[in-house]
């Protein structure tokens, strides 16, 4: 889940990549998961609920929302694979 604290700049860029798409641009928001054993991308409505609405505000836009998963060693970090985003 994500946010693990209340971020009104996430929320802010959220709002200007909406809009973007009002403006005919493509955008998007990529999460990038590091921790191992992670199944899907959630947004933490618990911790901030407004990062939850405009990030299913920024999806209804237009926006893409995508969660990558990625291997993480002492020297390396590389993507895997794509994760299922739950709104």
């Known amino acids: 889940m994500f946010p693990d604290a209340p971020t009104l700049r996430g929320v802010k860029h959220l709002e200007e990549l909406v809009t973007c798409t009002k403006h005919g641009h493509e955008a998007h928001v990529v999460f990038v998961i590091q921790m191992q054993g992670m199944q899907c991308f ?46």
Do not use: Q
Not at 48 to 64: N, Q
């Open 42 to 87: 959630t947004p933490n409505n618990k911790t901030h609920p407004a990062f939850g609405e405009a990030l299913i505000a920024a999806k209804s836009s237009g926006v893409r929302i995508v969660a990558l998963y990625c291997a993480v060693t002492e020297d390396t970090l590389f993507i895997k694979d794509f994760m299922p985003v739950k709104l």
